[in-house]
């Protein structure tokens, strides 16, 4: 049934919200049905009674600068993407209720194959895997908010983004090429920083089989993601060899501090390849397989800001501006490094249909077939021709998952699913010394971090039409969970440099309900309860990693974090025509945050601990409006949320803070003007305040390397279709030059421009 949202209720809430803040803003999909109850596009067997946005690939096209995948889901509701640049690996999703460093509470797929790394829980080694799609590939992408689907596991916290790609039906393809140019300035540095990206996919159907094939290419050279800083000293010294240069600047508690250069430029090369095969086995019965291919090499430097007599300074005891200073090698060398991955990632399913029942059966699986960093280890500028270092590999890193599902059409207005769930993650990090870091060959084993996690599951949940206006979602879902093999080795462990840490095992049961109601005519009202765990991951129970004085502390006594969310929404309009409130709620009990102190010999270490209770609620309005003026669109969306560290044993000054990294206020614009039907000119803006990246919130200042500040972020694309078979676009991201930190310095102003040719 086609639903028309009240024109005059529409522009209401706009001007609404363009008085409330630089708003927020998210594109549906041009055909979704469904979007606070029932569950039509987010797998009909999941079913999932879930509140849900989209995005169509015609949008992406129109709307965002896309030179990867994650890049299309930044003006999504509630949603942000810490991208610190084209082609950054490090890229988590953060939801309503969680921040950057909590990859582990959202789940990222595509085509049924779990791009999400659930070996950990932060936003380096466990970010998602984007690099295995490409935007041109993309059918659409579906977003489910909260842990209210019993076809998940606890790991839908925050949300689940589902990637459709196509599937050919007739002779297609597509080749594109794009440039981008940044202009980065900040203290000492000031570069051009040049992208270019490169794709192709090639698709047809031969009778019973289609055949698709994508590759992608990207180039790129980044901004600092890193500033290389100093104490300052409280009083003067004549002490150190006299040197120049550098800014003085507080670090984000206020100290005062030297930034002396920066690192972590990094130079990316990127490659990716696909193939999907579909083959019709019969009219009912359709056999899939995915294949992809992501290769990374990455090498990254460092420029210093300080000057003697002799040129470039990186290391030693040094007097800048009358104090003195001692800067270790490893403060620049730290930031030389150079990555070199390729990752495999494989699914292959069987889809069914016999009369009432539909089923499923997909495995899945991503394998860190090699994943090698080498990290300068002596002082800078000799450490650029070789000497001493680190090599850490991570081969043999990888997870399988395993699922069947089935949906039977009961009668009676029942429409029950029900599916068996495996997986196991698996954990492989070695470092090894080398002399020669850049091609040596690895030597002593200086540090080793291994182990398994593996949960096994069952659930069911019916969707029971009572009456028409009125449905009922019960469900439930029982997981089996097991940590083991965990092993750790460090020559400066005593008295034994290997401990095995112990097994660790833990069932849950995770009930699931949500009511929706429709009213009346347009109207649709949902409220849904979900009870999620989300189990310690295999790199939060134990893997150790240390960076110069900083400090990764495994800890394998960690146990599940239990999740109680509600949601209330209320929906006017649907499809493309809609206004929405949603007001939201989450309690975790046992909360999995990373905390940090400091060893007896002055060493930073991280270890994660269970946090008694964290409490998030909030309310999320959101709407989008297609032909609000003849040929122009609008939507939006706002997000206000209060979190609080209730309860803390371990960390009592945590208590009545925020958990790190959820802003309170987040929003998005996007407007497109459609002059004719080959042309789209669109303005958009995303907005986030300021957060905390500490438990106990104890850094007052946020525009600083370290710091989490607030943004407003504008950006323009004008995207023209020359012809049937031409397209070009130019885009603009970050018009206004926005300087921001979020921990790591941000992209500044960059220009972009596409070519895209078609068959």
Avoid: C
């Avoid at 005519?521 to 949902?526: A, H, N």
């Avoid at 009592?652 to 002059?675: C, D, E, F, H, S």
């Avoid at 970050?734 to 102003?749: D, E, I, S």
Wanted: hydrophobic share 40%; charged share 15%; glycine share 8%.
């Amino acid at each position: 049934m086609k639903i028309t949202t009240s024109r005059a209720a529409v522009r209401a809430l706009a001007l609404l919200a363009s008085a409330a803040a630089p708003y927020a803003a998210y594109a549906e999909a041009d055909d979704q049905r469904d979007i606070v109850v029932t569950a039509q596009k987010g797998g009909p067997i999941e079913q999932a009674p879930s509140t849900r946005a989209s995005i169509t690939a015609r949008q992406i096209e129109e709307q965002v600068n896309a030179v990867n995948i994650e890049d299309t889901l930044k003006y999504l509701p509630s949603l942000v993407v810490r991208k610190r640049h084209i082609g950054d690996t490090q890229s988590p999703l953060a939801t309503r209720t969680s921040g950057v460093g909590a990859s582990a509470r959202s789940l990222i797929y595509a085509d049924g194959a779990l791009l999400s790394a659930l070996i950990g829980n932060n936003n380096t080694s466990a970010s998602p895997r984007w690099g295995l799609v490409s935007p041109q590939e993309v059918a659409r992408i579906d977003i489910l908010y909260g842990p209210f689907s019993a076809a998940y596991p606890g790991n839908a916290i925050g949300a689940v983004v589902d990637i459709t790609t196509r599937l050919p039906e007739a002779l297609e393809g597509e080749v594109n090429a794009g440039i981008s140019l940044q202009n980065f300035k900040q203290y000492g540095t000031s570069r051009a920083l040049p992208a270019s990206s490169f794709g192709a996919t090639l698709g047809d159907r031969v009778g019973p089989l289609a055949v698709f094939a994508s590759f992608s290419h990207v180039t790129s050279d980044s901004q600092p993601i890193a500033y290389v800083t100093a104490n300052r000293p409280t009083t003067p010294s004549a002490t150190g060899a006299p040197s120049t240069g550098g800014y003085d600047d507080v670090n984000r508690t206020g100290a005062a501090i030297r930034v002396i250069g920066a690192g972590g430029f990094e130079h990316q090369m990127q490659d990716f390849a696909k193939l999907k095969l579909a083959l019709d086995v019969t009219r009912d019965i359709r056999l899939t397989y995915v294949g992809g291919l992501f290769r990374n090499g990455t090498d990254s430097t460092a420029e210093s800001y300080l000057q003697n007599a002799a040129g470039p300074v990186y290391a030693g005891s040094l007097n800048i501006d009358g104090y003195a200073y001692t800067v270790a090698p490893s403060a620049f060398s730290n930031n030389v490094y150079s990555y070199d991955q390729r990752h495999w990632s494989h699914s292959f399913s069987a889809t069914g249909s016999t009369g009432r029942i539909d089923w499923q059966v997909i495995g899945t699986l991503y394998d860190f077939a090699r994943d090698e960093q080498r990290v300068a280890g002596t002082a800078l500028p000799g450490a650029t021709n070789g000497g001493a270092g680190t090599i850490t590999r991570l081969d043999g890193t990888g997870w399988y998952t395993f699922d069947t599902k089935a949906l039977w059409q009961a009668g009676g207005g029942h429409r029950i699913g029900a599916g068996y769930h495996r997986d196991r993650y698996t954990l492989a990090s070695n470092r090894y010394a080398t002399t020669d870091w850049i091609a040596g060959s690895q030597s002593a084993l200086n540090l080793a971090s291994s182990g398994k996690t593996q949960t096994n599951a069952v659930w069911a949940q019916d969707a029971w039409t009572i009456a028409q206006p009125l449905t009922v979602t019960l469900g439930g879902r029982y997981e089996w969970w097991k940590a083991y093999d965990g092993v750790n080795f460090s020559p400066t462990f005593l008295p034994m440099p290997t401990i095995l840490q112990p097994t660790r095992s833990a069932n849950r049961f995770s009930p699931k309900a949500a009511l929706a109601w429709t009213p009346a005519k347009d109207w649709k009202v949902s409220l849904s309860f979900g009870e999620a765990y989300r189990f310690p991951t295999v790199t939060e129970l134990y893997q150790a990693v240390t960076v110069g004085a900083n400090q990764q502390s495994p800890n394998p006594t960690l146990g599940p974090e239990r999740a109680l969310s509600e949601e209330l929404a209320i929906q006017h309009g649907d499809g493309d025509r809609y206004v929405r409130l949603s007001l939201f709620n989450e309690v975790i009990s046992d909360a999995l945050l990373s905390q940090t102190g400091l060893l007896p010999g002055g060493a930073s270490v991280a270890f994660v601990q269970n946090v008694d209770r964290v409490r998030t609620r909030g309310v999320e309005l959101a709407l989008v409006e297609r032909d609000l003026l003849p040929r122009f669109d609008l939507s939006g969306s706002l997000t206000l949320v209060d979190p609080r560290i209730v309860a803390n044993a371990a960390l009592p000054t945590a208590i009545g803070k925020r958990p790190p990294q959820i802003p309170l206020r987040k929003a998005t614009i996007v407007a497109t003007y459609r002059p004719t039907d080959a042309i789209s000119l669109t303005a958009a803006a995303r907005y986030a305040s300021r957060s905390y990246g500490t438990i106990d919130n104890s850094e007052p200042v946020s525009f600083t390397y370290q710091g989490f500040g607030s943004y407003v972020v504008a950006d323009l694309r004008a995207n023209f279709r020359v012809t049937p078979h031409w397209q070009m676009a130019v885009g603009l991201d970050n018009v206004a030059n926005r300087k921001y930190f979020l921990f790591h310095p941000f992209p500044q102003r960059t220009m972009s421009a596409e070519l895209t040719y078609r068959l």
